[in-house]
Each structure stands twice: as C-alpha cells, then as structure tokens.
C-alpha cells in the first residue's frame, strides 16, 4: 500500500563542508638547511604534518587553512619559518611570496613567536596562522607544510618538544594541529 | 495557489548548534596558578582553569558527529617567566545532572614534563609589568560520543619549576591608566564537524 504523500522525500541531504586535519603529538626533531634561495630546495617538509588531502566542491570554493605548531628551534627561533605548498595532480605550488618580486628575500607564510628569544633549551615557541588559498579546482588537493631557516648551515627545531630532553616540568610538551575547510 | 506536492516540507531543518563560542573582554580576573600538571578529573587542582569566562558549550544531540574543531585566543599577563606557561583545554560530560570534567585536551603523557596545547608568548619578554602575553592554539576533539553535552574550558598552566604565578586576564598586571598598559579580549570557539 502506498503512503502517499510521504513517499514523497520529505528532506533532502545538509551538504556536509569539506573538511580535514592532521594532528600530532609526536616528538621528533627536523634538520632544516640554511635556505640559500628558491631554486635550493633547503626548504625542510614536516612529515607530521604534511599531507592533507580536501577535496573541493565547487571551483570557486576557497580553502581556508589553519595551522598552529608547538616547537623549539635550538637556535635563532626568530630566524624560522613556514611555507605552504599546494599539491594537485602533482603540480606543486609555494603559497608564499616567492612567485612575487621579492629578490633574494626569503619568503614565508608565516612566523614563529617566541616567549624568551634568549633560551633555546626549555622554552618552545608558537607558530598559529590562517591562509585563504584558491585552488580553484574540484580535484584533490594535497597540502604540506615547511620550515625555513636563514642564520646557520643547519638548525633544528624540535616538534611537540624543547631542545633539551631533560624530564621535569619546565620542559614542556605540546601538540600540533593543521586543518583545511572549504567555504563559499 | 498552493505548490502542492512541494509544499510538504522537503528538507529538515539546517543543523544548529554546530558553532558554539565564549568570548571574554573584562580585565576583572586573576588566577595564583601552581606549576605542575593538574588531572583529568580534577582541571582546577592548580587553579588555572578559566571556568565559566571562558567556556563553551557544544551538543551532539541529534547530529553524526566525527570531531570538535577547537580554538582558542587568550592574552592577559603573567607577573613573572611567561616563558614557563601555557594553556589546555580542560573538557566536561554532561551526566544528566551536571558537567563533569573527563579529559584535559593537551599533549600526551611524557614524564614529568608539562603538558600543554600551546605556549604563552611575549613581544618584549624582559617586561612583567605593561606587556601582555598571548597564547593561540587549536586542537581536535575527535574522542566524543553521539548524543552527548559537552563543555570546554580554558585551562592556564604553570610550567616553572615551583611556586605561584599570578594572571590577570585581559589587562597587564600594573593598573596604570597610561595607553601602553593594553586591555584586550578572550575567546575560545568549537566547531562540530561531520
């Protein structure tokens, strides 16, 4: 027998937004080269946090990424710094500044901030920031994240941790976070 | 002239309550936060836990839920080593009675290290007097259950080695009414997603 009229559909699906994380307490530490130019690739990719995948549903859709890492750079943290790259049908693309006339300038998305410049032993730093990117696509896009460093050979920063291991209260831990949502 | 069939309603209603937020802009509060790790079920045995100025509430009620986007903006000043505090979020289940705190969101176990989401951090870290700290951080909630309640709060920590140290939210610690003692605002936001 017929139910009419409630065969009718009485309530259609709430498009679901797109949206993806990585998140990461891991402890590790990353040697990042002396960034020395664009065409050096010195930039260091963090695996932890790299890798994101969204998939757009329209092309006009914007990509709002947000990052906040936990860290300590175990020399000149105020030397340091992120990049993004966007990642489709294996195109890669910097979404910093460096596709601009920036000369020998070294670009970056973002900073890390610090609470005491001259501690680089049990003091981490912070990095949080927003990017609206438009990939202008409905394909997968994947984004990875980078460190950059310009003051020595080689520093590094240690994820989630301070550059000294020493377990007692003043060496914090912290944890990692990177999402990616669409909108519009 | 009536659009029957269609006007029998077709869709449900858009899910509610998937936002939720608490945002704080008095410089009347202070903390004595003691160093060390505080305890799931007990957030405020140091006494940094920001309750009620800073908490926000999320339900799953009704919803297909995966994971809380959390975020958070917090500055006021630490009267002495901004570079030893951080913040979590301490997390709260409804019972049927009340909101009882379960899990405090921050970095997994290590030792006796502090645990935390993310540090405070300073523009002039010799200055404990008219410089504000700030802190921001995010963080993913993904251990949740379906028609549940939810809060989740603001948590100060305390990383030095011993002793208390004294916050004042929104404002520096010296009450002086020149320009370049700074008043700010607070805010921590949650984002159900499916």
Redesign the interface.
């Known amino acids: 027998m017929s139910d009419f ?1 409630f065969s ?5 699906d ?1 498009p ?2 797109p ?1 993806s ?1 990585i ?1 990461t ?1 891991d ?1 590790a530490t990353i040697a990042v080269s002396k960034w020395e130019g664009p065409d050096e690739s010195d930039e260091k990719k963090i695996p932890q946090l790299s890798g994101l995948l969204i998939t757009p549903t329209s092309e006009s859709q914007k990509v709002i990424l ?1 990052l ?1 890492i ?1 860290g300590e750079w175990a020399i000149n943290p105020y030397h340091g710094s992120v990049s993004f790259k966007r990642i489709v049908d294996g195109v890669e693309t910097w979404l910093d500044p460096r596709r601009t006339t920036i000369g020998s300038r070294r670009p970056c998305n973002a900073l890390f ?7 680089n032993d049990s ?4 990095l ?1 920031t927003t990017l609206v990117d438009l990939p202008n696509t409905t394909k997968e896009v994947t984004y990875e994240v980078y460190l950059l460093q310009a003051s020595v050979t080689s520093a590094n920063f240690h994820l ?2 301070t550059s000294g291991g020493s ?9 990692s ?1 990177f ?1 990616a949502e669409c909108k519009g | 002239m009536s659009d029957f069939p269609f006007s029998i309603p077709r869709r449900s209603e858009a899910r509610a309550n998937t936002f939720s937020f608490k945002q704080y802009d008095e410089d009347n509060k202070e903390y004595d936060v003691k160093n060390g790790n505080p305890t799931d079920d007990a957030p405020d045995g140091k006494d940094g836990l920001i309750d009620d100025y800073l908490t926000c509430f999320v339900t799953t009620v009704g919803g297909n839920y995966s994971g809380v986007s959390l975020d958070f903006n917090v500055v006021g000043e630490w009267a002495t080593q901004q570079e030893n505090k951080g913040v979590a979020i301490a997390r709260a289940k409804y019972n049927g009675t009340s909101y009882v705190y379960d899990k405090i969101l921050r970095a997994a176990i290590s030792d006796s290290n502090t645990r935390m989401i993310s540090p405070f951090t300073i523009s002039f870290h010799a200055n404990h007097s008219s410089t504000m700290d700030g802190c921001n951080g995010k963080y993913i909630d993904t251990d949740i259950a379906a028609d549940t309640l939810y809060s989740y709060t603001v948590l100060l920590l305390n990383t030095s080695a011993s002793g208390t140290h004294l916050f004042k939210l929104n404002r520096t610690i010296t009450d002086n009414t020149g320009v370049d003692y700074e008043r700010g605002v607070s805010c921590i936001t949650a984002q159900l997603f499916a």
Not at chain 1, 113 to 119: E, F, G, Q
């Open positions: 009229p009718i559909p009485r309530r259609v709430i679901t937004i949206f994380y998140q307490d402890i947000q906040h936990f901030a610090l609470s005491n410049p001259a501690n003091t981490p730093e912070s949080n989630n941790g377990d007692n209260t003043q060496h914090e831990r912290g944890i976070t999402t």
